[in-house]
């Protein structure tokens, strides 16, 4: 009967939470290690070169893209969505959040730093 007199924790609030999961996305990002140089930028002029360079920028990339489809997309449409639904425009546009929505021939990598920063500097302007 004590336990139903306890003070439940609060939600975090929709500020909280934009903040929250940018810190999440600065995270994964912190995980998968610095970008490495464009799969384009290798002057060493040799064909071992740049495979090494191209090899590693898409594998880098690769990585990124199906962690953030399996566990962030989801999580920031929805708050995207609230974020507009309470007012707040994220100037995040729908295809650089979600990589489905762009058609077959543009780029599909996601730039998670963008919307990282984007999400915390909303959260800075909420009150």
């Known amino acids: 009967m004590l336990n ?11 500020k909280q939470r934009t903040a929250q999961l940018a810190d999440d996305l600065f995270a994964l990002l912190k995980r998968q290690g610095p970008e490495p140089p464009h ?3 290798d002057r060493s002029g040799t064909i071992d070169g740049q495979k090494r360079t191209f090899n ?5 990339q690769n990585r990124i893209y199906y962690q953030y489809m399996a566990f962030f ?4 449409v929805k708050l995207d969505y609230e974020l507009a639904a309470a007012g707040v425009m994220t100037k995040l546009t729908r295809p650089e959040i979600d ?11 996601i730039d998670v730093k963008n919307i990282a920063e984007t999400l915390l500097l909303t959260a800075s ?3």
């Open 4 to 14: 139903n007199l306890a003070a439940k924790p609060a939600e975090p609030t929709l």
């Open 39 to 41: 799969a384009l930028s």
């Open 56 to 60: 590693a920028y898409f594998d880098w």
């Open 73 to 76: 997309r989801d999580r920031v």
């Open 99 to 109: 990589p489905v929505q762009m058609g077959p021939m543009e780029n599909h990598d």
């Open 125 to 127: 302007h909420m009150s």
